[in-house]
C-alpha cells in the first residue's frame, strides 16, 4: 500500500483547513465545561458504589458502575485527543491508531453495559424470586471482563493490521473518523458490517426487554398514572439511550460518506465536529444524574458519605 502516506496526509490537511475556515476549535470550550463537570460527578458516583458493601454485591450498580469507568476512559482519550488537535501537536500514526482504537472500546462498552442495565432490569421484574441468586458479584465481574474483552477485540485487530505500514508517520489530526475511514478507504476489516450489527443486536435486546416488560407488568397497575415511578423510569432510560445510541448512528453516517464525492468537505467536518464535541458529551454529562442519583441507594450512600466528611471535618476543626 504505498499510497497510504499520501492519502494520510491530504486527508489532515484538508481536515485542518476546514477547521481553521469555520474555526470549530472553538468547540473545545464546551467539550471541556462538559468534560469537567463529568469527571466531578463520575468519581463520587464510583466511590459510593465501591465504598458500599451492599451496592457492590449488586448486579446493576456493577453495570452502573462499568457504564461510568468506560464514560470517563472515553472522556479522557477523547478530551486529550481534542486539546491535541488544537494545538497541531504531531504524533506518530500508530499512538493516533491506539487512541482510536481505546475510544471505539470505551463506547462499545458503554453502548453494551447500558444494553445489559435494560436486561437486568426485564431479569429483575420477570423473575424477582429468582433474581438475586442469578448471577452473583463474582459472576457479574467476569461478564464485565467478557464485555470489555469483546469490545476491545476487533478495533486492536484492525490496529495491529495496520502497525507495521503506517507507524513511522506522524499526524497533526488525530480523528476516529480519520482512523475508521481510511481502513474504509483500503476496504479493511468490513467497518461498516461491525457497527451495524453491534448495533441491530443492542436495539433488538432492548426493544426486546422493553415490550416483554410491558406484557409483564401492563395488569399490575404501574402504569396508570401519568407520573408512576415505572412510567418516569422507562422515559429517562429510554431519553439517556437515545442520546447513548445516536451519535453512534451519526458516526456510522460519518463513515458512509468518508470521502463521498458529492458530499463537501465542510460538511462531513461540521458533521464530525459536532457529533464529538457535543453530542457524544451528552449522554456521559446526564449519566450520572439519571441513572446514578436517580437510584435511591447511590442517594442513600450519598448522604451519609457527605455527612461522614462533615462529622470529620468538624471533629478536625474543633
Not at 499520501?6 to 483547513?17: A, G
Not at 447513548?244 to 448512528?249: L, S
Not at 458512509?256 to 459536532?274: A, E, G, H
Not at 442517594?299 to 457527605?306: F, P
Request: contains cysteine.
Amino acid at each position: 500500500m504505498t499510497s497510504s502516506r499520501p492519502l494520510i496526509s491530504n486527508l489532515t490537511m484538508d481536515w485542518i483547513e476546514s477547521m481553521e475556515r469555520w474555526h470549530l476549535h472553538l468547540f473545545c470550550i464546551p467539550t471541556a465545561i462538559i468534560s469537567f463537570a463529568t469527571f466531578i460527578a463520575n468519581p463520587v458516583l464510583l466511590v459510593c458504589i465501591f465504598l458500599s458493601r451492599a451496592l457492590r454485591r449488586e448486579t446493576r450498580y456493577l453495570l452502573v458502575a462499568n457504564t461510568l469507568i468506560a464514560d470517563m476512559l472515553f472522556l479522557i482519550l477523547n478530551l486529550v485527543t481534542l486539546i491535541g488537535n488544537a494545538v497541531r501537536a504531531e504524533i506518530p500514526w500508530f499512538v493516533c491508531e491506539l487512541f482510536t482504537t481505546l475510544l471505539v472500546t470505551a463506547y462499545s462498552c458503554a453502548i453494551i453495559t447500558v444494553t445489559l442495565m435494560v436486561v437486568d432490569t426485564f431479569a429483575a421484574v420477570r423473575w424477582p424470586l429468582q433474581y438475586h441468586n442469578l448471577l452473583m458479584p463474582a459472576q457479574t465481574n467476569c461478564i464485565l471482563g467478557v464485555v470489555w474483552l469483546l469490545c476491545a477485540i476487533y478495533p486492536f485487530t484492525l490496529m495491529m493490521m495496520m502497525k507495521e505500514e503506517l507507524s513511522n508517520d506522524n499526524v497533526t489530526v488525530c480523528l476516529a473518523l480519520i482512523s475508521l475511514g481510511f481502513f474504509k478507504v483500503k476496504n479493511i476489516g468490513g467497518i461498516d458490517m461491525y457497527f451495524l450489527v453491534a448495533a441491530l443486536i443492542c436495539t433488538f435486546l432492548i426493544f426486546y426487554c422493553y415490550i416483554r416488560l410491558y406484557m409483564v407488568t401492563r395488569t399490575q397497575g404501574i402504569w396508570h398514572s401519568r407520573f408512576s415511578r415505572a412510567r418516569v423510569t422507562v422515559l429517562v432510560h429510554g431519553v439517556l439511550l437515545l442520546l447513548y445510541f445516536a451519535p453512534g448512528f451519526v458516526f456510522a453516517l460519518e463513515i458512509y460518506i468518508f470521502q463521498r464525492k458529492n458530499v463537501s468537505q465542510d460538511l462531513r467536518v461540521w458533521i464530525s465536529t459536532v457529533n464529538a464535541n457535543f453530542l457524544m458529551l451528552l449522554p456521559r454529562a446526564f449519566a450520572p444524574y439519571l441513572y446514578g442519583l436517580r437510584y435511591r441507594e447511590i442517594s442513600e450512600s450519598l448522604t451519609l458519605l457527605l455527612h461522614r466528611h462533615r462529622r470529620n471535618r468538624e471533629n478536625t476543626l474543633s
